[in-house]
């Protein structure tokens, strides 16, 4: 049975971070298995395989600047990691800030398997 380790899940978050605050859809499917699923929001249909999840953070990436993304380890279990976290970024002229928790299952290749996200955001004007 595959163990993450605090070390491993760490590294994949600030890789996740590094893509998100350079809005590179590259560097966020290098993250991600090629059969991957990707849920933003609990009751939203998933992002299902690499090419809908770059489609995504494609989006995310012409609609967003100044990301920002910090986050904390809550918890640690077989082939899954646990984190809180913080965003933030601007859009239309307005400043976005989310607060959410992760959850990440990794295939044995260290790569996300299974992505599911709660957040909830405030908007502020810039």
């Not at 978050?13 to 991600?32: G, M």
């Not at 609609?63 to 899954?80: A, P």
Request: with cysteine; proline share 4%.
């Amino acid at each position: 049975m595959l163990f993450v380790e605090k070390e491993s899940f760490q590294k994949w978050l600030d890789l996740y971070r590094n893509a998100w605050t350079s809005l590179d859809p590259i560097l966020i499917t290098n993250l991600f298995s090629k059969n991957a699923k990707y849920y933003e929001k609990p009751f939203m249909e998933p992002f299902s395989g690499l090419g809908s999840i770059k489609q995504y953070w494609e989006i995310v990436s012409q609609t967003q600047k100044n990301v920002t993304f910090d986050y904390e380890i809550i918890g640690l279990s077989n082939d899954t990691g646990v984190a809180h976290w913080k965003a933030s970024f601007e859009r239309k002229q307005q400043k976005i800030a989310l607060d959410g928790v992760l959850v990440a299952q990794f295939d044995p290749d260290g790569k996300c398997r299974s992505f599911r996200e709660w957040w909830t955001s405030q908007k502020t004007p810039i």
